[in-house]
């Protein structure tokens, strides 16, 4: 098993751009993981469906997603985070492909694996364990009781704005992490998430679009 989980965005205003998301896609916020201050952020999750929207913001200097915000001008993806239920032999599979980790979490009830950037290409990926499958530490102990879906239901997937479109999809497809991911050509901000694809709880509303911190989310 391997799916898209999770989804994180970067933002310079947090609370803004939180609070769009929620009015716009009728959700509410799960939790905020004080473990992302190892990272020199904070954040929000909302749950949609038993996936998770998640923004980032930095509280300090000199963080990842600090520098990803100068790189790319401004607000956008950040992170695609899947779940498996066979973290060792991936990450076997991943090191004969010379994927460095970038970070390693193992805790009771999940294990993840960020993986390096430049090794994978377009967006920061982790590969997370949960324990039982179904879990997700991140989203907190009370994440089901925020599940409701008036405007969407699930996130379909992601599209990764990419130099060379075809090399970067034959990497991920190398690596085995080609799954709900989509790659169009880069735009003048360069490699990353540029759009998220979320399913329409309502069909008629299929196709609408909505531009949020640098980010293209399409209903579908």
Known sequence: MFRLRQVALVAHDLDAVVGQLCETFGLSICFHDP??????????????GDQ???VVSPTEDGTTAGRLLEKRQGDGGYM???????????????AEH?????WAGDFPTIRGRHLHPRDVG????????PVPNGSWTWAGPS?????DDPVVVGIAGVTVGAADV??????????????AVDFAQAGERGEG??????????????GETHDICGVTFRLV
């Open 166 to 179: 075809a090399a970067m999809a034959s990497r991920w497809s190398e690596l085995d992490i080609d799954r």
């Open 98 to 102: 010379d994927v460095r980790v970038v």
């Open 122 to 129: 377009g967006a920061l990926v982790s590969i997370d364990q």
């Open 35 to 48: 473990g992302v201050a190892e990272f020199g952020l904070h954040n929000a999750l909302m749950v949609i």
């Open 52 to 54: 998770f929207l998640e």
């Open 80 to 94: 695609a985070i899947y779940e498996c239920d066979d973290l060792d032999d991936r990450m076997a599979h991943l």
């Open 193 to 206: 998430i540029d759009g998220v694809d979320l399913v329409a709880t309502d069909r008629s509303r299929r």
């Open 143 to 147: 994440w089901e009781a925020h599940r």
